[in-house]
């Protein structure tokens, strides 16, 4: 498929600033998620959840009369297998991960039992009777507790914590040690998070024993994946088995993965009369979805006297928690931070090890960015440390390394096309558009007496969107993904209806996919219905993550409207008696140089009388199935800026501007993205400055509501500045890169940078995330020279 290398003319095709088609129904009140459905007959489910981090299960007892609303492990084990997820690394741990646990339990939150009523209050009342008798055993909490050599075991029958550990090196990092001027070791770290979308996830399953099908309504991401793997796990053939994932309210990952709740209400469907439904509640949210992040890195880097970045060794930790989630696995983090660690720069020497642990914690799961801000925060903070050694601006040090558009393409040091762009112009635009120098007076004129202090950071990125097969494959996953369909029709009032595989759940893509359908046909969107997330009615897709949809599903969607395209114009040269090759499409008609006819006129002809259009073979659609040439990716990349005020005397940090100079390629929906950019950079806000799921020594998380989990809103989120340098890809249609996660990457990185900029007189360091005002604080008391030894050995006692 041909790259279109500018944005189109169309007044309603790529390029153009469309308002979201999605906006009208829901700000109307007309959305329609798992919770609003009424079934008839539909009886509500609640879970009975393991309040022990990790514990033999003795027993799981349930009174005579509640017997048949009660689901435990054994009853539900000859309807539904335990779900695997497996990976081709070598030595890759498994660890099954169970429907309802039977012999332990192995965080605060898994599912045990599950009871039935006809509400939702009625079943938690069941639940609560149910008893469950937990012995309690050590919990494996953190990154030291796992890898301690007398550590307990999540799982018994491992050796250790680990479930796997991958290693590399390209060059040689020990001769550039030695050819140094200036090398810098630091340990980062970045703390667990909920991903916390604004629905929660829902399961509704319904069995018709007429039809003998299943049909399963769930907020997932990914309905194909899940359809496939019910039935694998309940034994049945997959055309007996529809899911439907209806509106959404936000996934940013959580939702892409198959759960125990999915597996579980579709195997119970089958043996009862009834449907069933389960709605997430928040604490539940905030303890049995996917957590992410997690993440200690070690990392050494080397660099000469000019600034020429010449070595970087890295190990990484990531906390994996209890099981690996299917289709991911627990090293999905660990093998993408080795391989984002590099970045933009022109690094030839690296060598890095990585390990993925168990623990007593929630699985870990994707969640927005899937470790590249962990990774960005790790190069990102080097960078300007070695920068503040060789007494150089940050933003020059990063000038100075970065792949230049010349390099282009580029394969880094991990073995990753960087496709096109330039990398250097980013970071001197974002120092253009916040003003750097201006910012840089106003912090020099700030008096020795004041109590504030003002610091400019950078944060600067590579994210590898919409990979194919073969960069899944290299991660160890078992199954790989790199493929989306699109099924475009038109009918018989000249109208168009097209079916994708991907799932919409906020991005905009009804809109969006929508203007590369007006693309090639020239029509109002309002004449374009797009169909996604119910697998009956769409052909087959992988669904919504990794900043795919629009690369992916985007080029589906171009391959069967330019088929249709095609054979629209052979019936326009039947109608018209011209050749096909002189007309085009424009305004709702084919276009000819003897006259014109419009698609509803055209339609009719064909659908109605197809003997008036001989020659013409029957049917009025295309389906289409994309595979991008080059698998490895599109690669976005941005650089972020931002400008702190941070108060001496409680270590708040207040944001005073924020630019983004970001390059994703052809922009199809400049405010679509704009959008995306703007949520991204709000959660990167609340990573870097507030977010954490904190445990106790004992496994329990203590910030499971949103008392003690706080969100950034309106008053952490500044206005932001955002300009765009659409950079065309040569391997994808029109030339997209994927937008989704970019915003949120370098946020952290941006924001740490400033904080150590603003804190420098008095050698202050911020390695972790989030940066609170009590680890601001405690960080600027550490590094004060007239601290006294027993104040020191209290503040890393608080730390």
């Known amino acids: 498929m041909s790259t279109e290398k500018a944005v189109s003319a169309r007044r309603n095709g790529v390029g153009a600033r469309a308002a979201r088609r999605e906006d009208s129904r829901h700000l109307a009140g007309r959305g329609c998620f798992v919770a609003d459905m009424r079934l008839p007959g539909l009886r509500e489910v609640a879970f009975v959840r393991s309040q022990a981090a990790h514990g033999r299960l003795r027993a799981v007892t349930v009174p005579g009369a509640d017997r048949e609303a009660v689901w435990t ?53 069941v639940a609560g009777r149910v008893g469950v008798d937990i012995e309690p055993l050590p919990a494996v909490v953190g990154f030291d507790s796992a890898l301690a050599p007398d550590a307990p075991t999540v799982h018994d029958d491992w050796p250790d914590n680990i479930y796997a550990t991958t290693s590399g090196e390209v060059g040689d990092v020990d001769a550039a040690a030695r050819e140094a001027a200036v090398s810098v070791t630091r340990e980062y770290t970045m703390h667990r998070q909920a991903v916390v979308p604004l629905e929660t996830r829902g399961v509704m399953a319904q069995y018709n024993r007429s039809a003998d099908e299943l049909t399963v309504w769930s907020s997932t991401q990914t309905p194909h994946m899940i359809r496939d793997m019910i039935a694998l796990q309940l034994g049945m053939e997959a055309r007996r088995v529809r899911v439907i994932a209806p509106d959404m309210g936000g996934g940013f990952g ?18 009862v009369d009834h449907p069933v439904r389960w709605v997430e509640d928040r604490w539940e949210a905030q ?75 929630t699985p870990s799961g994707p969640y927005r960015g899937v470790a590249r801000p962990a ?66 007076e106003r912090q020099r004129a700030l008096p020795a007496a004041a109590r504030t202090r003002i610091g400019i950071g950078y944060g600067s990125f590579t994210e590898q969107t919409a990979h194919g097969c073969i960069e899944w494959a290299a991660r160890g996953l078992a199954v ?107 305004d709702h008609a084919v276009v000819g140089r003897k ?116 969100l950034p809103g309106a008053t952490e989120v500044p206005q932001l500045k955002i300009e765009h340098m659409a950079t065309p890809s040569p391997h994808t249609a029109f030339g997209i890169k994927g937008a989704g996660e970019g915003g949120a990457i370098p946020v952290p990185a941006a924001l740490a940078n400033a904080v150590r900029d603003a ?30 030894p027993e104040e020191q050995a209290a503040l890393e006692v608080t730390r």
């Not at 099981?323 to 030839?348: C, E, F, K, N, Q």
């Open 73 to 125: 492990a054994a009853r539900l084990a000859p309807f539904a297998e335990p779900l695997t997820a497996t990976s081709t690394l070598d030595g890759f741990r498994a660890a099954p991960l169970p429907n309802l646990a039977a012999d332990k339990v192995r965080y605060v939150g898994e599912p045990i039992a599950l009871a039935i009523a006809a509400s939702r209050a009625e079943a938690e009342d």
């Open 254 to 271: 959580a939702k892409c993965s198959v759960y125990p709740e999915e597996i579980t209400l579709a195997a119970i469907a089958t043996q």
């Open 287 to 361: 303890v049995s979805s996917t957590q992410a992040r997690d993440h200690r890195h070690r990392v050494t880097a080397h660099a000469a006297a000019d600034g020429t970045l010449l070595g970087v060794e890295a190990d990484i930790l990531v906390n994996g928690g209890a099981y690996s989630v299917h289709p991911w696995t627990a090293t999905m983090d660990a093998t993408m931070a080795s391989a984002m660690i590099p970045g933009p720069y022109r690094l030839r020497n690296y060598r890095f090890r990585t390990r993925s642990l168990a623990s007593n914690k």
């Open 375 to 440: 990774a960005a925060f790790t190069i990102e903070r080097t960078i300007d440390e070695l920068a503040h050694a060789l007494g150089m601006e940050p933003y020059e040090m990063r000038i100075r390394n970065m792949v230049r558009s010349e390099d282009m393409p580029y394969v880094s040091v991990a073995n990753k096309v960087y496709d096109s762009g330039d990398y250097p112009e980013a970071v001197r635009r974002a120092t253009a558009l916040i003003g750097h120098d201006k910012w840089r």
């Open 480 to 586: 790989t993904i790199g493929t989306e369909g699109a099924r475009l029709a038109m009918d018989a009032t000249g109208s168009f209806s097209l079916g994708v595989g991907i799932k919409s759940h906020g991005q905009g893509s009804e809109t969006t996919l929508s203007q590369v359908v007006s693309e090639v046909f020239d029509v109002d969107l309002d004449h374009i219905t797009v169909s996604h997330g119910d697998t009956a009615m769409t052909p087959r897709g992988d669904g919504t993550f990794a900043s795919r949809t629009m690369v992916m599903a985007g080029g589906a969607t171009h391959g069967a409207a330019l088929a249709l395209a095609e054979k629209v114009k052979r019936i326009g040269a039947v109608l018209l008696d011209e050749p096909a090759e002189n007309l085009i499409l424009r």
């Open 595 to 710: 006259g014109s006819v419009t698609y509803a006129r055209l339609a009719k002809e064909f659908l109605f009388t197809p003997d008036h259009v001989p020659g013409i073979e029957a049917g009025l659609e295309a389906t289409y199935y994309y595979r991008p040439d080059v698998q490895t990716g599109a690669f976005t990349y941005a650089t972020q800026v931002a400008v702190v005020e941070v108060d001496l005397d409680t270590g708040a940090v207040g944001i005073l501007d924020y630019g983004a100079v970001e390059d994703c390629g052809t922009v199809v929906n400049p405010l679509i993205v704009d959008g995306q950019i703007t949520g991204g950079i709000a959660q990167g806000i609340g990573n870097a400055l507030l977010e954490e799921i904190v445990h106790d020594a004992d496994g329990q998380p203590k910030s499971t509501s949103f008392l003690d989990y706080l």
């Open 759 to 788: 804190l420098r007189e008095y050698g202050t360091e911020v390695n972790e995330t989030p940066m609170t005002p009590e680890r601001v604080w405690t960080a600027l008391q550490l590094s004060r020279p007239d601290a006294e």
